[in-house]
């Protein structure tokens, strides 16, 4: 479960950061016909990262605030039984979040 999670993220970052550094290289020729590729690729590095990082944090609040709110529900006595609700806002982050912390339903 928690791979399928980190999946969803990398592939989220990569798409993320392909189509940024796209546009940040486009902008940049703008300016100079000559970009240097260490800026476009530390530019890549920080968004990759930054993406992910952003990512794994609204996942979290979103759980957060799903749990608060009722919207996320332990099923039975095994630890992997969740109901989340059909009418959770941010359904899809919650899921990510369990996908990436299992032992975060457990409390």
């Not at 970052?13 to 189509?19: G, I, Y």
């Not at 530390?42 to 990262?49: A, H, P, R, Y």
């Not at 039975?76 to 899809?92: F, L, N, S």
Request: aromatic share 12%; glycine share 6%; hydrophobic share 45%.
């Amino acid at each position: 479960m928690m791979f399928r999670g980190l999946c969803k993220v990398v592939a989220i970052a990569f798409v993320t950061n392909q189509a940024l550094t796209t546009i940040f290289t486009y902008f940049v020729q703008q300016l100079d016909s000559a970009p240097p590729h260490q800026a476009v690729w530390i530019f890549s590095c920080v968004t990759c990262g930054m993406v992910t990082l952003w990512l794994q944090a609204d996942a979290r609040r979103a759980f957060g605030f799903a749990r608060e709110k009722g919207f996320v529900k332990k099923s039975g006595e095994d630890t992997q039984g969740v109901q989340i609700a059909d009418d959770c806002p941010k359904r899809w982050l919650v899921v990510l979040h369990i996908e990436l912390n299992p032992a975060s339903i457990q409390g």
